[in-house]
């Protein structure tokens, strides 16, 4: 593992307990985040919410600010032939707001929000503040999940007033299935800010889309698929610390990640990058294809 950054990385959002098939277990974004970032011998700075009914154990390597709530965000996760049924037991009875955040905390190059239902960030400040830092990830999931029970996806919540405030440094993130929910005119709106839409396609890969551009992300494959959890923010985290080697390669060692992250359970300790790396190296047909066009 490499030596420990010196500019910790910046994850806002909720930590979940996840009712699974496999048992109990910590989920949330930001917990999936955290693997990559330590494999990757990097630190992070946690702003989340919960209780002692939360088992952060894994998380230990990292900072964490914890915002007291007595309600825990808690799912019931049930997969049948690779499809997903989400359901919501139980929600926070506060939002994550940029108050809550340490004024110690807000120098950092690296931020990834991570909302994990509607309202559980109060995301508009956030993004106001993301406005001098250079490298900013949003994963759009919880802004298009909708339901008190049985989560649904639907259209990204007040689209419009975010907007506003996207630019070159964003990478918006969104599943192939939250993706059916934008119109043509909010991508093209997106692209026009400046920002990447990075959509994961789950054993397809994924599409880094631009402005000027579409680079396709070829799959990593494996023969050991134990909980696909976690997956979609594995790759997000993993893309967004190594864009500064463009997005060829974070599309690759993020595919390689998200592949290393379904063969175990829950947001366990991920193996050290360069083992990662090797996966990539491996296969060298893994590589991008560049299209042109939108």
Avoid at 76 to 99: F, V
Wanted: charged share 20%; hydrophobic share 35%.
């Amino acid at each position: 593992m490499g030596e420990y950054s010196q500019e910790p990385i910046l994850l806002v959002g909720s930590m979940s307990i996840d009712h699974t098939l496999k048992g109990i277990q910590l989920g949330g974004a930001v917990a999936y985040a955290a693997s990559v970032i330590d494999s990757m011998g990097y630190r992070a700075r946690i702003l989340t919410i919960g209780n002692s009914k939360l088992d952060l154990g894994v998380l230990k390597k990292h900072e964490l600010h914890v915002i007291p709530d007595k309600k825990v965000l808690t799912f019931e996760i049930n997969s049948k032939n690779e499809e997903r049924e989400l359901k919501l037991l139980q929600k926070p009875s506060k939002r994550i707001t940029l108050d809550d955040l340490p004024k110690s905390w807000r120098n950092t190059n690296t931020l990834i929000m991570a909302p994990l239902i509607e309202d559980d960030i109060e995301i508009s400040p956030f993004l106001e503040f993301a406005n001098n830092i250079s490298n900013v990830s949003l994963l759009t999931q919880g802004l298009q999940r909708r339901g008190d029970y049985k989560i649904i996806y639907s259209n990204i919540s007040h689209f419009n007033s975010l907007l506003q405030y996207f630019s070159r440094s964003f990478s918006i993130f969104r599943s192939d299935e939250e993706a059916k929910f934008w119109s043509k005119e909010q991508v093209n709106q997106t692209l026009a800010t400046g920002a990447r839409i990075i959509t994961t396609l789950g054993k397809q890969g994924a599409m880094v889309h631009r402005s000027d551009k579409i680079i396709k992300i070829q799959p990593v494959p494996t023969n050991l698929e134990l909980d696909s959890t976690g997956a979609g923010d594995i790759f997000a985290t993993a893309f967004t610390l190594s864009l500064n080697h463009g997005e060829q390669h974070a599309g690759r060692l993020a595919a390689a990640y998200a592949t290393s992250s379904i063969e175990q359970i829950g947001p366990l300790p991920l193996p050290p990058k360069k083992i990662i790396c090797k996966r990539v190296l491996d296969r060298p047909s893994a590589f991008d294809h560049n299209h042109q066009g939108d």
